[in-house]
């Protein structure tokens, strides 16, 4: 069982980066997948990133590929996700969430969710 907290969120102008963090503070995520969702006001939430297979195996959406890098690191128990060249339209809650099995892409496919964390980009 996976107990997930989200940090790192914030207010950034347009152009600049932020790093997110999920910890398991449960332990290491071993065996599972841990994605990046975002949900912005009046739209569903979407997939950002996922990392699996013990954190060698990186996916990313569209919008994500090129800007945004995740990572699996302090021993396999934090999820990072570096955000680069933020633009307004990457304005949204953040979660971080975790599931077994290989698909990564669906919300509904994942078990446990954190509380969420708040990006704002401003022009």
């Known amino acids: 069982q996976v107990q997930l907290v989200e940090s790192g969120g914030g207010l950034v102008q347009a152009g600049d980066s932020l790093t997110l963090a999920c910890t398991n503070s449960g332990g290491p995520f071993r065996g599972y997948i841990v994605g990046w969702f975002r949900q912005a006001p009046g739209k569903e939430r979407e997939f950002v990133a996922a990392?699996?297979?013990?954190?060698?195996?990186?996916h990313y959406s569209p919008s994500a590929k090129g800007r945004f890098q995740i990572s699996l690191i302090n021993g396999q128990s934090t999820v990072s996700l570096q955000m680069n060249s933020l633009t307004e339209d990457d304005t949204a809650v953040y979660y971080c969430a975790a599931k077994t099995g290989s698909s990564v892409y669906l919300t509904t496919e994942y078990s446990d969710w954190g509380q969420g964390t708040q990006v704002t980009v401003s022009s």
């Open positions: 990392i699996s297979r013990g954190g060698h195996t990186p």
